[in-house]
């Protein structure tokens, strides 16, 4: 089996983890076939590279303990996001919680590690960009990675979220405008 990831299909690795004998070979293959993806996934949602690696970590574990009821209901990928999407949205939670500063101490630090963190493309219109993201609300925010950088269709983010595609649409038409606004404002500064 020293076949190239890309090249094992979901279907072969499912196979192979519902066999006792196989599953570490095919946890292992699961998370080199999904783990950029969904670090990058949890990356926009969270800003921080150590913290995208926590919650990476977590999403593989809270997948090892329930990979064996995945029905296949849906694609995948589609229920690995879910996990993901949820075990950021818990990280975020409890970090909002855990503040004790303040919100402008906060989008300075923000900031701060956007310019120095060497995973982000330094250019100003991309911090611009990310500055915009950050001041969405979480589910635009959400939309927005999803469909923007990640170019899912509304039909995966609809599985992923479990919400409507009508719904998705206009929290994806929202998040534009209020993007293409914040970085109005800060060229006219």
Known sequence: MQQSISNISDEEILHLLQNDINVEQAFRWLVLKYQERLYGHIRRMVNDHEDANDVVQNTFIKVFKSIKKFKGNSQLYTWLY????????????????????????????????????????EKKAQLKLQNAIKLLPEKQRLVFNMRYFEEMSYREISGILETSVGGLKASYHHAVKKIEQFLNEQTDV
Do not use: G
């Not at 500063?101 to 956007?114: A, N």
């Open 82 to 121: 879910r996990i993901a999407t949820n075990e950021t949205l818990t990280f975020l939670n409890k970090k909002k919680r855990k503040a004790t500063t303040s919100i402008d101490d906060d989008e300075l630090d923000m900031r701060h590690k956007l310019s120095a963190d060497s995973y982000f493309d």
